[in-house]
């Protein structure tokens, strides 16, 4: 397979706090889509901003790799729900991603709880966005459902 590439780009207008700006990917799927300050450290306003965008990336890749890994192993997968909570926080001054929290459920057929968790805490390891972010502390939450 041939290497793949997806982007994305951002326009910023002004400073900081009063500045406003705009995201749209090349897919269409945001198209001039907002963001500001408010929206972003305040959590507020209308608009998205960074750290949700990556919440959406993680929880959407980790979902796809962990019916990928279940499916590997041949479970029947039903679904797969992932909630990514990216948390922004000061350190040192400055704002910086300082944990992402995974909550993951899923509805597996002939699968124990144990080997769910195996099976994403495996997933924690290899999912492409898991794996770029790294850096950042990461708690798993697993619930599988009957």
Known sequence: MAELTRSSEASWHGDL????????????????????????????GT????????AAAHAACFSMALANTLS??????????????????LVDGGYQITKITLDTSGR????GEDE????????????????ALSAVPMDLNVTLEH
């Open 47 to 54: 608009g998205t901003n960074p750290e949700e965008l990556i």
């Open 72 to 89: 590997r192993k041949e479970y029947a997968v039903h679904h797969i729900h992932t909630k990514a909570t990216v948390h922004l926080g």
């Open 17 to 44: 706090r009063s500045g406003k700006g705009t995201i749209t990917s090349t897919t269409g799927t945001l198209s001039n889509t907002p963001y500001t300050f408010v929206s972003r450290f305040e959590g507020t």
């Open 116 to 131: 769910f968790k195996t099976a994403a805490e495996e997933t924690k390891r290899t999912c492409i966005i898991s794996h």
């Open 108 to 111: 597996v057929d002939e699968l």
